[in-house]
T-cell receptor, first 114, second 110 residues
Framework: ETGVTQTPRHLVMGMTNKKSLKCEQH?????MYWYKQSAKKPLELMFV???????ENNSVPSRFSPECPNSSHLFLHLHTLQPEDSALYLC?????????????FGPGTRLTVT | QKEVEQDPGPLSVPEGAIVSLNCTYS??????FMWYRQYSRKGPELLMY????GNKEDGRFTAQVDKSSKYISLFIRDSQPSDSATYLC??????????FGRGTSLIVHP
């Protein structure tokens, strides 16, 4: 595997379900990011992790819970989501926190909340 | 007024044309300016980034930043059908929270 991978690629969940999105980077980077891309809206940063420490929560509701167990893996735990949370969730990484302007994205998880 | 404005298109051009993609912004504090290409069902791919004003060239791609006009451009020379994608501009104020444009859909037809 190379670059940034994300699983699953597609997910359908009900509003009462709990699910997790997984991201893995194979680039030796130390910073990882979660983004949300909704139809017709700009890409929005959700969370930033640097060396497994969360350094930014960009006003994200608590029904989204990130976890970074090591510098290669990032999870986004989802619970009691709303239909408006349906979107493409993208993971990215950069060499370190200071190289935030040079990020590499994964292919995304297409989430549908029913 | 949105912080970053980008025409969603679609912009349709014949193969070989010079393409000009643009974003305008309102916040003079932006310092880093980036262009991403996003193919359907894929994540964004960083094409180029520029710090402050000026031009940057990479192969068929040229990025320009005009801070006095708060205007950035991406030019694609000798456009190819494989350039058909959505192009996103993004900007940073010096922290790691970016502001993205909505993206411009480009179609290059043979």
């Amino acid at each position: 595997e190379t670059g940034v991978t994300q699983t699953p690629r597609h997910l359908v969940m009900g509003m009462t379900n709990k699910k997790s999105l997984k991201c893995e980077q194979h680039l030796g980077h130390n910073a990882m990011y979660w983004y949300k891309q909704s139809a017709k809206k700009p890409l929005e940063l959700m969370f930033v992790y640097s060396l497994e420490e969360r350094v930014e929560n960009n006003s994200v509701p608590s029904r989204f819970s990130p976890e970074c167990p090591n510098s290669s893996h990032l999870f986004l735990h989802l619970h009691t989501l709303q239909p408006e949370d349906s979107a493409l969730y993208l993971c990215a990484s950069s060499q370190d926190q200071d190289s935030y302007y040079e990020q590499y994205f994964g292919p995304g998880t297409r989430l549908t909340v029913t | 007024q949105k912080e970053v404005e980008q025409d969603p298109g679609p912009l349709s051009v014949p193969e070989g044309a010079i393409v000009s993609l643009n974003c305008t912004y309102s916040n003079s504090a932006f310092q880093y300016f980036m262009w991403y290409r996003q193919y359907s069902r894929k994540g964004p791919e960083l094409l180029m980034y520029t710090y402050s004003s000026g031009n940057k060239e990479d192969g068929r791609f040229t990025a320009q930043v005009d801070k006095s006009s708060k205007y950035i451009s991406l030019f694609i020379r000798d456009s190819q059908p494989s350039d058909s994608a959505t192009y996103l501009c993004a900007m940073y104020r010096g922290s790691y929270i970016p502001t993205f444009g909505r993206g411009t859909s480009l179609i290059v037809h043979p």
